[in-house]
DNA sequence: TCCTTTATTGAGCTTGACTCGAAAATACCG
DNA sequence: CGGTATTTTCGAGTCAAGCTCAATAAAGGA
């Protein structure tokens, strides 16, 4: 009996070993060479197995692919809940800012699987597990704005979807850019920029502060009277003169 | 000489006819299954020439591919400077409100062509070329990006090409967004409002007028008058007192 | 009209994803 | 342990699709 369990133990830990391997070795031969550029056999030598032996694990090089993805993404969201849960600052902007450095970060880290998932975009069927990802991962930035807007630092007439998206996307492309046009050197120096300019830009429309921009009146009317007042003794000693 | 001479032009018209059939051909079986799906077989067979014949006109499917998108992205960037020249408005953000109109709507109409374009990012080689038509296009937005600074609109300090990887990435994903989650009738009516909001951010914070928001002179003007009418009575006082 | 040059063709070559029958490994049972 | 059933692994073989190339057709030129 106890042989018996740890028999089958020890056997899922092997095929969990065995798929692990697998993984790994697609992971790196995907990147290195792209989806199609990519051979199953390579992929099976490195994972010291039988090509034939892939297909007992995934029905296809692209279910493989999408199983690489699908760990890549995961592990994205995981990091981006665990930097929101780290994170001491309260605020909602100083939070966002500490998001969009993350995420910036990792998209230009990362960009090789950036480019992967996009890769997948073709076939109609595997479109729509590849939007999951994406939907998942976005979830993070979604649930940091509607906590924004509930503690009301976050204009309440501000459609959330549109702002999500404008900030995500403007992210994204920004990782593309510098990634595109930068050499590597450079690339954690031009962060802090793009993230510092997203920020300002989103605290100048959508603080809610920025509601009633009311230049600020009393004080010009603190004045006014003061003045008056002024004109007023200017007056009593006039006549007190006159006299 | 002169049948040589028609001879000749009937025969690069003839051959001019065939290439844009294959490129016809090609566009619709790429858009209709994608790179991977599209066989070349079937764009021969609707362009009616031989499989074999594609190969004297295009290096390789991918090439042929790259061809497709080259039209399609010159193209693109043709009818941005296009919209740009017709626009009668002078102001910067007029400009760019019409501009980004014209960028949401074609990339949501021709989702096809981006996701294409996406798709061939994979072989190192071809990149590069990938690179160049976005490059181009993109290069709409620094010019009018360029010229809002010029005009005094946009702020002098604004660093150019981040303002510009913001709002082009901002769109960019937006498009995708609305394509994703909405239903084909209601694309049209997300648009105005997603750009609306691109507008206004930007105005809010690369707006040159925003950099010294200048509250109600009015109030000012009166305080000034005042204080005119109060030196006027020092120096009458100021005369009667010295006499 | 005949020869040279160019264009077209599709049968076949090559490559790489995927199948499948057999063999090896493992589990189960007396 | 030995024998049998089940599961897992394997890689040679199949098939499909991009691409080549020798043969053929068309065009050009004298």
Chains 1, 2 share one sequence.
């Not at 009301?152 to 979807?161: H, I, M, N, Q």
Request: proline share 1%.
């Amino acid at each position: 009996m106890a042989t018996k369990a740890v028999n089958l133990e020890t056997q899922r830990a092997k095929l969990e070993r065995k798929e692990r391997a697998i993984l790994d070795a697609a992971r790196a031969v995907f990147i290195e060479h792209g989806f199609d550029g990519a051979r199953v056999s390579e992929i099976a030598r490195r994972a010291s197995i039988g090509e034939g032996t892939i297909y007992s694990y995934y029905e296809s090089k692209a279910e493989l692919m999408l199983a690489v993805l699908q760990q890549f993404w995961d592990g994205l969201t995981l990091e981006a809940e665990a930097v929101m849960a780290s994170i001491k600052a309260e605020g909602f902007f100083e939070r966002l800012q500490a998001l969009a450095q993350y995420h910036l970060n990792t998209v230009i880290v990362n960009a090789d699987f950036i480019n992967l998932t996009f890769a997948l975009r073709r076939n109609n069927s595997e479109v729509s597990v590849s939007r999951d990802h994406l939907r998942h991962y976005v979830a993070v930035f979604d649930q940091l704005f509607r906590r924004g807007q509930d503690r009301g630092e976050l204009r309440k007439d501000a459609v959330l979807w549109q702002a999500r998206d404008v900030f995500y996307g403007a992210l994204e492309y920004s990782a593309r850019s510098i990634e595109m046009t930068m050499d590597v050197n450079r690339h954690l120096r031009q962060q802090k920029p793009v993230v510092d300019q997203m920020i300002s830009l989103f605290q100048a429309h959508y603080g809610a502060q920025h509601q009633a921009p009311e230049p600020d009146n009393s004080a010009l009317d603190r004045l006014s009277s003061k003045l008056d007042q002024l004109s007023e003794k200017f007056d009593s000693l006039d006549k007190r003169l006159s006299r």
